[in-house]
């Protein structure tokens, strides 16, 4: 993995950045949607319910494609946003946009999870005490539920670190800009004698993934240990 080079480099610290930032933005939003589909009961919550999992059974490259539609320069959303100068398409934000979208359902079902698992009785005496609806999440639900938060965090970073289809069709492959690890990879094994420098970015991927499955874990077991002891 020495003999990498810079490019390569650039682009697991590009992969890096984007996993970063699509699980940090995507984190509230997944507690906020968890808690819906796990605590209230509404006319759609079904339909909620699969649009948030919808990129799990959609082909990346549709998923890809359809944020393109949304977000590209010619959409509506991306187009009302690029005149306040915020540009997804062909941007390393659009990359973690992409890898955010395919990595929420993720989050979002380690949590909801989590959530049911919690009994509603202790959030409803909570409430009795007089606490507001945001305390008592704070308070009780959220410390509950943090090993489910924690590792559908780190889940959400792994697939993020590993988004393939749904980038390349949005942000296209762009060294230095939008070349995440995956990208990387495939563009080394079309070119001849790049086998060697693709293995070495495997290896540096599964490494990441793996290592975030056994932290995943490790954080869990320790944080719910700890909940259970208060």
Known sequence: MGGLSAEAWGAVALSLKVAFWATLFALPLAVFVAHVLARRQFWGREILNGLVHLPLIL????????????????????????????????????????????????????????????????????????????????????????????????????????????????????????????????ELLQVPGGEQAAMGLAMISVCIALGALLVSEWVSRRVAARVAGR
Do not use: C
């Open 59 to 186: 082909p990346p490259v549709v998923t890809g494609y359809l944020l393109l539609l949304g977000f590209g320069t010619q959409g509506p959303i991306g187009a009302a946003l690029a005149r306040v100068g915020i540009v997804f398409a062909f941007s390393w934000t659009g990359a973690a946009l992409a890898a955010g979208v395919m990595a929420f359902p993720l989050m979002v079902r380690a949590i909801r999870l989590s959530l049911e698992a919690v009994d509603p009785g202790l959030e409803a005496a909570a409430a009795t005490l007089g606490a507001s609806r945001i305390w008592v999440f704070a308070s009780v639900t959220l410390p509950l539920i943090l090993p489910g938060v924690i590792a559908g965090t780190i889940l959400a970073f792994a697939k993020a670190m590993g988004e393939f289809g749904a980038t390349i069709t949005f942000v296209s492959n762009i060294p230095g800009e939008t070349q995440t690890l995956p990208l990387a990879v495939h």
